[in-house]
């Protein structure tokens, strides 16, 4: 069997996983079957069974009065992957922009000093976007 740990890595449970699996080597199955093969009960299934529909990972076919599934395409699998690293890639752009934010007010510093019987006061004031200012007093 397939290890599933790739796919419980992009948001796939360890049943859905299974199922996906168990769906992919037999081509059409029964519940009864997805059953044997996952070694899970019919309860978990039968909960697993809408998520993986709505990701376009498994389809259903009427067979008499009998329910089979079975598996779509696994790049559907890529593009669920490539929908994740838009998101995650969307997310860290925001995270950046707040960083920025946070770091784009100025910071000012003052400078006292003495020379030649005159008083300096220097101020510095940094800013990221604009370099370095210095003010003489």
Not at 2 to 27: M, R
Not at 47 to 68: C, F, T, V
Not at 89 to 114: A, D, F, M
Request: proline share 3%; hydrophobic share 35%; net charge positive.
């Amino acid at each position: 069997m397939i290890n599933t740990s790739v796919l419980t890595s992009i948001w796939l449970t360890e049943i859905e996983a299974n199922i996906y699996i168990c769906l992919l080597e037999k081509w059409w199955i029964w519940i009864t079957d997805i059953s044997k093969l996952s070694q899970c009960n019919r309860v978990q299934i039968y909960a697993a069974l809408p998520r993986l529909k709505e990701m376009k990972l498994i389809s259903e076919s009427l067979h008499g009065k009998r329910k089979i599934f079975y598996a779509e395409n696994p790049e559907n699998l890529e593009n669920i992957f490539y929908e994740q690293k838009l998101s995650f890639q969307n997310t860290v752009s925001l995270l950046k922009e707040k960083y920025e934010e946070k770091t784009l007010h100025p910071s000012t510093q003052s400078i006292l000093y003495t020379r030649k019987h005159k008083t300096y006061i220097w101020w510095y004031c940094r800013h990221p976007r604009q370099g370095r200012y210095v003010l003489q007093i």
